[in-house]
Nanobody, 119 residues
Framework: QVQLIESGGGVVQPGGSLRLSCAAS????????MAWYRRAPESERDLVAA????????YYADSVMGRFTISRDSAKNAVYLQMDNLKPEDTAVYYC????????????WGQGTQVTVSS
């Protein structure tokens, strides 16, 4: 049973930055494309960024293009999301899972980490 644990969220002012981390236990996702998803209150969970299996290919939703950077560290079995120039509309619970590059999300989701952008 692979468990996903997200961390790094918090409360920041508009224009601020956060770095989210995703760690996996019970297995490795080094052979899978990985993605960050977010869910705003009363909204669907949407993919915002993805990174290919080898870490060289990336995808970003238009809403975060140029502000977010996804990366992975296979040696640490971890995925990261650097978020810069945060906006209030980025407020959501952020989750990691497989996804992007033709890969669907896995069945099991972590608890996510809350990101709140407010003045």
């Amino acid at each position: 049973q692979v468990q996903l644990i997200e961390s790094g969220g918090g409360v920041v002012q508009p224009g601020g930055s956060l770095r989210l981390s995703c760690a996996a236990s019970g297995g490795t996702f080094s052979n899978k494309a990985m993605a960050w998803y977010r869910r705003a209150p009363e909204s669907e969970r949407d993919l915002v960024a993805a990174v290919s299996r080898n870490g060289l290919g990336t995808y970003y939703a238009d809403s975060v293009m140029g502000r977010f950077t996804i990366s992975r560290d296979s040696a640490k079995n971890a995925v990261y999301l650097q978020m810069d120039n945060l906006k209030p509309e980025d407020t959501a619970v952020y989750y990691c899972n497989t996804g992007g590059f033709g890969t669907m999300a896995g069945t099991y989701w972590g608890q996510g980490t809350q990101v709140t952008v407010s003045s």
